[in-house]
C-alpha cells in the first residue's frame, strides 16, 4: 500500500506487556498489515512494549508513538488517561508506575486470598510467571480461572467472581489523575482523557466539571474516537474539545481479535486521521 493511501491511526492498543494477547512487535505488524500509517502502544501501567514495539514499526514503515495507559482514582466509572510522546526512562514516570504495580500486587494478593475462601486455590507466583506480562491484574486472573476449568471463558470469571460487586472483586487502589497527568507532563508526554463514556457521568455539566478539573491539572487531549463512543459520544465529546481547547485522540482499544476486546486493530465505529496525531504533536510541551 502506498504511503500516501495510509491515512489513518489507532492511539489506544495494548499488547502481551500488559493484558493484550499479541506481542508489541507482533501488533505493529497488524498496525501495518491493516494499512495504517501510525500506531500509539497504550499498555496499562507499564513502559516495558514500548521498545520492541518501536523498533518493529520503523522496519516496517510505521509512525510509532510512545504510549500509556494508566488509570486514576474515581469514586465511579474508569478515569484512564493516556500519556503520549513520553520518555519511557524519565525516572518521576518508573518510580509512579511501580508505586501503580505494587498497589496491583497487593490487590491481586487480596483477590487470591477471596478466591481462597471460594475453594479456588490460585498460587501468586504461579499467575505471575503464566501471564507472562509486565503488569498482572483481573483478565490474567480470570484466564487463570479458565485454565483451571473453573469458568469457561473470561466473561463467566467475571461475572462469578472478578466484576464489582461479585465475591472475589476488590477495589483497586490508584493515583490521583492529577498525579498521573503531571508526571506524563515530566516524561515530555501529553496527556489525554481515555474513553470519556466510562467516566460514569449522567450529565453534560458532571462530564465539563470532570474535564475542567483535569484541563486545569495539564490535560491536553480528549479521546474522541473509541469503539464504545456511538455518534452522539462522539459530537458529544468533540464539543468538549472544542469548549476546554482540547486536541482529540482515537484509537481501537485493541486487546484481542473475537467478541470481548476485538474491535479490530484501526478500525472501530470511527476511524482517526493522522491530522489527529500532527495537531496533538504540535500541543508538546
Ligand atoms: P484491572 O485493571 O486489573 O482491574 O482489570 C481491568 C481489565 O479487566 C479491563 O481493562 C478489561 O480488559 C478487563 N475487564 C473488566 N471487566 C471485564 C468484564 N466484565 N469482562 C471481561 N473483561 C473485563
Ligand atoms: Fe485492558
Ligand atoms: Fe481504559
Ligand atoms: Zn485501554
Redesign the pocket.
Same mark, same amino acid.
Given at each position: 500500500m502506498a504511503m500516501e493511501s495510509r491515512r489513518w491511526i489507532d492511539l489506544h492498543m495494548h499488547s502481551t506487556a500488559s493484558?493484550g494477547v499479541y506481542p508489541p512487535a507482533k501488533l505493529m505488524e497488524i498496525a501495518w498489515d491493516r494499512g495504517l500509517s501510525a500506531a500509539a502502544l497504550t499498555d496499562?501501567d507499564t513502559v516495558s512494549g514500548l521498545d520492541a514495539a518501536s523498533e518493529r514499526a520503523r522496519k516496517v514503515g510505521l509512525e510509532f508513538v510512545n504510549g500509556i495507559e494508566l =488509570?486514576a482514582a474515581r469514586d465511579r466509572g474508569a478515569l484512564h488517561i493516556l500519556g503520549y510522546f513520553i520518555n519511557p526512562k524519565c525516572p518521576a514516570l518508573l518510580t509512579l508506575l511501580d508505586r501503580i504495580v505494587s498497589l496491583?500486587n497487593q490487590r491481586n494478593h487480596d483477590v487470591i486470598a477471596r478466591l481462597a475462601d471460594l475453594g479456588i486455590d490460585i498460587d501468586h507466583e504461579r499467575l505471575n510467571m503464566r501471564a507472562g506480562a509486565d503488569v498482572i491484574?483481573?483478565?490474567h486472573i =480470570?484466564a487463570e480461572l479458565v485454565r483451571c476449568g473453573i469458568s469457561n471463558d473470561?466473561?463467566h470469571a467475571?461475572?462469578h467472581y472478578l466484576?464489582r460487586g461479585k465475591p472475589a472483586f476488590i477495589e483497586?487502589q490508584t493515583v490521583s489523575a492529577e498525579e498521573a497527568i503531571a508526571v506524563i507532563r515530566e516524561a515530555g508526554g501529553v496527556a489525554s482523557l481515555a474513553h470519556p463514556s466510562q467516566l460514569g457521568c449522567e450529565t453534560l455539566l458532571e462530564l465539563e466539571t470532570v474535564c475542567h478539573r483535569l484541563v486545569s491539572a495539564g490535560l491536553t487531549a480528549i479521546e474522541v474516537n473509541h469503539p464504545d463512543h456511538g455518534p452522539r459520544d462522539i459530537e458529544r465529546f468533540s464539543g468538549i474539545a472544542a469548549r476546554f481547547d482540547l486536541a482529540r485522540t482515537g484509537g481501537s482499544d485493541f486487546?484481542r481479535f473475537g467478541p470481548?476486546?476485538g474491535h479490530g486493530i484501526g478500525f472501530g465505529k470511527r476511524r482517526t486521521p493522522f491530522s489527529w496525531l500532527d495537531l496533538l504533536n504540535q500541543r508538546r510541551v
Open positions: 493484558d496499562h =488509570a496491583r491484574g483481573r483478565p =480470570a473470561m466473561r467475571f461475572n466484576g483497586r486487546h470481548a476486546g
